[in-house]
C-alpha cells in the first residue's frame, strides 16, 4: 500500500511539473505576442493596415493588386527571416532569398540563393505562422509577418533559431494564384 501511495505521488508531482511548465511556455508566448502589438502599433502609419489571422500577425507596408491568396494557392515570393525579439534587424537575420537584404546585412554565404520561392500554402515546409500571414496577400505587396514561437518551431531549436522563439518574415510577393 506504501508503494501505491507513493507511486501516485510521484506522478501527482510530474503532472504539477508538467503543468508549470505549460504554463510558464504560456506565459512567453503572451509576451511575445504582446510585443508583436507594440512593434505593429508603432509601426503602422496612415498607409499601413494590419491583418490578424491565427495567431500571425500582417502589417502591409506596400499593397498590392489582383486577387488575394488564398489557402489553397500558390505564390511567389522574396523573403527574409529574422527572429524577433521587439524590432526587426539584422541582427536577428536567420535566412533569406533576397539579394539587397542579404548585401545590406553584410551576409557572405559561400553558396547564396537568391532565386524566387515558388510554393503552394499546402506545403508542409511553411510554418504555420507564415502560411496563416500569407493568406490573403497579394501580387506587388511588400510586408512583414509577425507570430510567437507557438506557431514557429515551438520546442524546437532550429539551426541558429532558438526553440520558441517569435519570428518576423519580410515578404515581397511577386505572384499569386489560386487556380
Same mark, same amino acid.
Given at each position: ?66 486577387? /488575394? ?6 505564390? &511567389?515570393? @522574396?523573403?527574409? %527571416?529574422? !527572429?524577433?525579439? +521587439?524590432? #526587426?534587424? $539584422? ?49 506587388? /505587396? ?6 510567437? &514561437?507557438? @506557431?514557429?518551431? %515551438?520546442? !524546437?531549436?532550429? +539551426?541558429? #533559431?532558438? $526553440? ?16
Amino acid at each position: 500500500m506504501k508503494t501505491i501511495k507513493s507511486i501516485i505521488a510521484i506522478v501527482l508531482l510530474a503532472a504539477a511539473s508538467c503543468s508549470c511548465v505549460k504554463e510558464k511556455l504560456q506565459s512567453e508566448y503572451n509576451r511575445q505576442e504582446d510585443s508583436i502589438d507594440k512593434y505593429i502599433s508603432s509601426n503602422l502609419k496612415d498607409d499601413r493596415t494590419v491583418t490578424y489571422n491565427g495567431g500571425s500577425a500582417r502589417l502591409t507596408l506596400v499593397k498590392g493588386e489582383g486577387e /488575394e491568396l488564398q489557402p489553397d494557392g500558390a505564390i &511567389g515570393f @522574396y523573403y527574409a %527571416g529574422y !527572429t524577433f525579439k +521587439g524590432s #526587426i534587424n $539584422a541582427s536577428g537575420l536567420f535566412s533569406t532569398n533576397h539579394e539587397a537584404t542579404a548585401v545590406a546585412a553584410k551576409w557572405n554565404l559561400t553558396d547564396p540563393d537568391y532565386n524566387l520561392l515558388e510554393i503552394n500554402l499546402n506545403d508542409a515546409r511553411l510554418l504555420e505562422g507564415v502560411r496563416n500571414g500569407l493568406i490573403g496577400v497579394r501580387a506587388g /505587396e511588400e510586408c512583414e509577418i509577425l507570430f510567437s &514561437g507557438k @506557431y514557429g518551431f %515551438g520546442n !524546437t531549436t532550429f +539551426g541558429i #533559431i532558438p $526553440a520558441n522563439s517569435a519570428l518576423a518574415f519580410k515578404i515581397w510577393v511577386v505572384s499569386v494564384s489560386n487556380d
